[in-house]
Structure formats: C-alpha cells, structure tokens
C-alpha cells in the first residue's frame, strides 16, 4: 500500500510558476512509475506528465510540454511537478498517482492516487 499527499498548490498570475511535491510512504517508491493528472471544474480528469520507474524518462501532455517538468527524488520518496509559465486553463486540482507497472495516460494504469491540490491562475 502507497500513501501519496500532494503540497504546493495556490493562486497565481499568469505566467508565474509553481512547484508541486507529491510525498509517498513505503520503501519501495523507486519501484513506483508517478503520474500527474488534473481535474478542472465540469470537465474530466486528464494526464498531465508521468516519470517512468525504470530509467526516470518524463513523457508530458502536448497542452504543458515544455512549461512544466516532472522530477523525482528516489531517496526523499518524493515526486516533484515544476509549473512554469502558468496560464488560466492549467486552474484544476492536481493530483499524483503511482504504479508498479509501466507508465501511461489512462487514470486505470494507477493504483494509488493521493487527495489532490489546488492550482488557481488568475488571468
């Protein structure tokens, strides 16, 4: 069992930046492939990026490729997803998600998700 909390959400101006931390317990969390997916108001929950487990390579969504970077941190059990050059459309609730086996966009590929956080961009 993985316990994932996601930090770092908050209301910023367009163009501005934020960095969300996704912290999971266990000892295993190498063994892990990490998603970021978000939910915004009336629409479904969409990837946003994911870091495979195996040789830590980053695949993102056309919609923030380029202005957001996934990283991990294998020895603070810790996710990271840096948000850079934000615009209104990226307001949504974020959330990480993990799984032991390969990587990929569809939300069933995960089997734990942490409670999400807020990102609000004003325009």
């Known amino acids: 069992q993985v316990q994932l909390v996601e930090s770092g959400g908050g209301l910023v101006q367009a163009g501005g930046s934020l960095r969300l931390s996704c912290a999971t317990s266990?000892?295993?969390?190498?063994?892990?492939?990490m998603g970021w997916f978000r939910q915004a108001p009336g629409k479904e929950r969409e990837f946003v990026g994911a870091?495979?487990?195996?040789?830590?390579?980053?695949y993102y969504a056309d919609s923030v490729k380029g202005r957001f970077t996934i990283s991990r941190d294998n020895a603070k059990n810790t996710v990271y997803l840096q948000m850079n050059s934000l615009k209104p459309e990226d307001t949504a609730v974020y959330y990480c998600?993990?799984?032991?086996?390969?990587?990929?966009?569809?939300?069933?590929?995960?089997?734990?998700w942490g409670q999400g956080t807020q990102v609000t961009v004003s325009s």
């Open positions: 998600a993990a799984t032991q086996r390969a990587w990929g966009l569809a939300l069933n590929k995960y089997d734990y």
């Open positions: 266990g000892r295993t969390f190498s063994t892990y492939s």
């Open positions: 870091v495979s487990r195996s040789d830590g390579m980053t």
